[in-house]
């Protein structure tokens, strides 16, 4: 990814011109907050953002958490990402917001600071790689607990807090796994490093709620919402570590991965059906598919147009 725009604080510039000190302050102390978006390729043959006003709403919650003053208003902001896209020329794209306070005076305290922001966009077909959709990612509880509410606000999507996620990830993958699954200092299961976690279980799907210390993810939002239109029940609970090894589905949820099917956890099969993803699973991911392109008209406010 070497071509194309970045809007940065205001302006389309060159890829490589999209640059910042080495001072930066959230550079040095993670004093950023980002979101993810993703660009579909719609029915009626043009492109629409996945539930933009939802994701700038999220990354102007979690400024206000880091006392960050964005300079831009939400729709300024939406009308911005629109912009990035239409400068990319891309029908699909996967979209990166990020404002941090930037170069300007060290030390913790990041308020003298400016904060900048910048919106990118590029291709991004597959985050989990596994070695078939078939069998489902294989996953293992990371030793990392995932950080507590009380020691970092869980529910901004800040760049110091991957700095945790990072860590179990990369713990999973030299394990020979493709993912880790995180717990909280309590011992609930909390979510993936990147993505929330849902189980099904007699035939009713369960997702640990935001309290556990898990992000408020949009798309675990949306598959709830498709759930529960399409008769699926759905609740929030605290699941344990157990429930996840005698849970009849498992699957992860992300603008990143979308709906992503899990076979295997700690070297335990997950199901009856030798690790493949189960009915709710494959239900919901072509539920899904449909409401991202525009197929389903019930979810269409969803959808922002690109043109």
């Not at 579909?40 to 492109?47: C, H, Q, V, W």
């Not at 896209?85 to 306070?101: H, L, Q, S, T, W």
């Not at 291709?123 to 509880?141: N, P, Q, S």
């Not at 529910?155 to 991957?162: D, I, P, Q, S, V």
């Amino acid at each position: 990814m070497t071509e194309g725009k970045i809007w940065f604080n205001g302006s389309l510039v060159n890829h490589d011109e999209a640059k910042i000190h080495v001072l930066t302050h959230g550079l040095h102390y993670g004093t950023g907050v980002f979101e993810g978006i993703r660009c579909y390729k719609t029915a009626n043959g043009g492109s629409a953002i996945f539930r933009l006003q939802d994701h700038m709403q999220r990354l102007v919650d979690s400024g206000k958490i880091y006392f960050m003053d964005l300079g831009f208003t939400r729709p300024q902001l939406e009308q911005a990402v629109i912009e990035t896209v239409k400068a990319n020329g891309m029908d699909e794209c996967y979209i990166r917001p990020i404002a941090f306070y930037g170069y300007g005076k060290m030390g913790v305290n990041p308020m003298p600071n400016k904060v900048s922001i910048a919106i990118a966009a590029w291709k991004w077909d597959e985050y989990i790689k596994t070695g078939g959709e078939e069998k489902g990612a294989r996953l293992m509880v990371s030793a990392w607990a995932r950080l507590d509410p009380k020691t970092m606000p869980t529910h901004a999507k800040a760049t110091a807090n991957y700095a945790n996620s990072a860590l179990a990830r990369v713990e999973a993958i030299k394990a020979g796994f493709d993912e880790a699954i995180m717990l909280n200092p309590s011992g609930m299961v909390v979510e993936a490093s990147a993505e929330n976690i849902f189980i099904a279980k007699n035939d009713e799907l369960v997702t640990p709620p935001s309290s556990s210390g898990a992000l408020a993810g949009i798309t675990r939002e949306s598959v709830m919402a498709i759930a529960r239109e399409n008769g699926i029940a759905c609740r929030e609970a605290n699941i344990t570590r157990d429930e996840l090894y005698t849970a009849d589905e498992v699957f992860l949820t992300g603008t990143a991965a979308e709906i992503k099917p899990v076979g295997e956890i700690d070297s335990r099969v997950v199901g009856r059906d030798s690790g493949r993803p189960g009915k709710i699973t494959r239900q919901l991911k072509v539920l899904f598919e449909a409401a991202v392109h525009g197929k389903d008209k019930k979810f269409s406010k969803w959808l922002t147009p690109v043109n």
